[in-house]
């Protein structure tokens, strides 16, 4: 005769955040003064990551969501906003980060109402 023991057992498999951003884009992102960008941070991780994003190494505060509405100033300048994804998975607090560096610029909207070599 054979005999056998069946367990079942419930496995968990815990990893550290992964970031990513936007692939359809590529830094660094130009701005018009006038218009909104929406910053995308894809967090992964077991389990599921919290979000933080910071503009210049500086928390903004409540803004955790995965998907940052950029509302430019009126004053053209570089900004460098790092999404941070922080989780803790196994006995150890686990941070993954990206920069997205932001070039707000202001378009010069003014189109000649004629050409001038053809009059």
């Not at 660094?28 to 995308?40: A, C, R």
């Amino acid at each position: 005769p054979i005999c056998y023991t069946e367990k079942r057992m419930n496995l968990t498999v815990e990893y550290a955040p992964r970031i990513s951003i936007d692939p359809t884009q590529s830094p660094p992102y130009m701005v018009d003064i006038s218009n909104k960008l929406f910053l995308h941070c894809m967090a992964e991780g077991f389990p599921v990551p919290t979000v933080q994003w910071y503009e210049n190494n500086v928390l903004i505060p409540q803004q955790l969501s995965q998907i940052y509405l950029l509302v430019p100033t009126d004053t053209p300048h570089t900004t460098v906003y790092t999404c941070e994804g922080k989780n803790n998975a196994g006995n150890m607090e686990n941070i993954a980060r990206t920069n997205i560096t932001i070039v707000i610029k202001e378009v010069d909207r003014c189109l000649p109402l004629s050409d001038p070599d053809n009059g």
